[in-house]
Nanobody, 119 residues
Framework: QVQVEESGGGLVQAGGSLRLSCAAS????????MAWFRQAPGKEREFVLG????????YYADSVKSRFTISRDNAKNTVYLQMNSLRPEDTAVYYC????????????WGQGTQVTVSS
């Protein structure tokens, strides 16, 4: 079982920045593929960004390219989501997810953290 916990959400004005953090348990964190998803009110959960176990590969949704960055610190069992130039349409609950080696899906999820961008 992997425990996942997000932090860093809040209220920010359009054009501002926020950094989310996600801590995951487990001695094999450095082998996990990590990702951020989000779910806005009335919408389905969507993929935002992902990062490979080594950090060598990252994957972005078109809607956040050039604005959001994902990174990880395997020594701290933590992945980060840096969000710049935030827009009201970025308002959502942001979830961190873990995919363990050999798995084809994200198996473990955090409770989510609210990000609200005011216009």
């Amino acid at each position: 079982q992997v425990q996942v916990e997000e932090s860093g959400g809040g209220l920010v004005q359009a054009g501002g920045s926020l950094r989310l953090s996600c801590a995951a348990s487990g001695r094999t964190f450095s082998r996990y593929t990590m990702a951020w998803f989000r779910q806005a009110p009335g919408k389905e959960r969507e993929f935002v960004l992902g990062i490979s176990w080594s950090g060598g590969s990252t994957y972005y949704a078109d809607s956040v390219k050039s604005r959001f960055t994902i990174s990880r610190d395997n020594a701290k069992n933590t992945v980060y989501l840096q969000m710049n130039s935030l827009r009201p349409e970025d308002t959502a609950v942001y979830y961190c997810a873990v995919r363990t080696p050999g798995s084809s899906r994200y198996e473990y999820w955090g409770q989510g953290t609210q990000v609200t961008v005011s216009s």
